[in-house]
């Protein structure tokens, strides 16, 4: 294993010292709880917007703490779901009065810790409403959940609540608008190779020279097939047609197109899965109104991208160029 690391133990703490030296403008760290939070946090009337995950996929979560984007982030250890005292932590750092809206991956930990966060926060009278992410269209259950696992459009969809939350809107409202943007959105991704877990010290599964898994999950789940390397071409085939099938996207209509890398593919090859995506999406008549481009949510140094297609409306596409200013994302500030 060759991790520019001090101690395995120590992975996580230091990674979040280094993200406060470098943005101390934008967030502060609770080390005690091991929690990301606005520096402005919590804001008067504001609904405050929360997720969390296991540590790995970097910049998810912590880089999406910002204005216009997520209030709060629960890091747990590497490929391990946050414990629902950081989720409480984080729950009333951003409470403003206005309730808060927990954004939670599909991943059976996440779920029951969140909810249990969000029992303990009701019996201190905070407001809180959840929503689950379940966008992989790979394979209805996996090692990890119970239904379709929250990748991808999880990105979006703080991206685009955050947006809307900036206004002062309810939290009814802000809840609304996180469902339809899962609703609307769906993914899949791919790997050639895997990844090594800092305590794990050796890779998480096997890939051969000549191989690589489709429908990979973000913390090296199994997917739908092992197959033999083939182009970008076809690769982008096998992610984007089930995509756009599931999604019963039509002709004429308009989606935010998101290639992410997986932590250990360069931004020239993302950029071929792009051209080739943009291909298959003209032969449709759908058109790319928006899009996002570069890995985002990682798993560790795994080589490999997933895509997401969101179908969009007047109405995401407002709260998606509006202002954000956070450690990954940063537009109209």
Known sequence: MKKLINHVDDVVTEALAGMEALHPELIRVDFENQIIVRKDAPIRGKVGVISGGGSGHEPMHGGFVGHGMLDAACPGAVFTSPVP????????????????????????????????????????????????????VAVQDSLYTAGRRGVGVTVLLEKIVGGLAETGAPLAQVTELARKVNNQGRSMGMALTSCTVPAAGKPTFELGDDEMEIGIGIHGEPGR????????AEVTEMLANPVIEDLGLKAGERVLAFVNGMGGTPLIELYIVA???AKILRGRDITIARSLIGSYITSLEMAGCSITLLRLDDELIRYWDAPVHTAALRWGV
Do not use: P
């Open 225 to 232: 097939r092992r197959v033999k390397l083939a182009s970008a």
């Open 85 to 136: 005292d950081q989720m409480l932590a984080a729950t009333r750092a951003v409470n403003g009065g206005a309730g808060v809206l927990h954004v939670v991956k599909n991943y059976t930990g996440d779920v029951l810790n969140f909810e249990m966060a969000a029992e303990l926060a009701a019996a201190d009278g905070i407001e809180v409403a959840s929503v689950v992410t379940n966008d992989d």
């Open 275 to 277: 051209s080739e995506l």
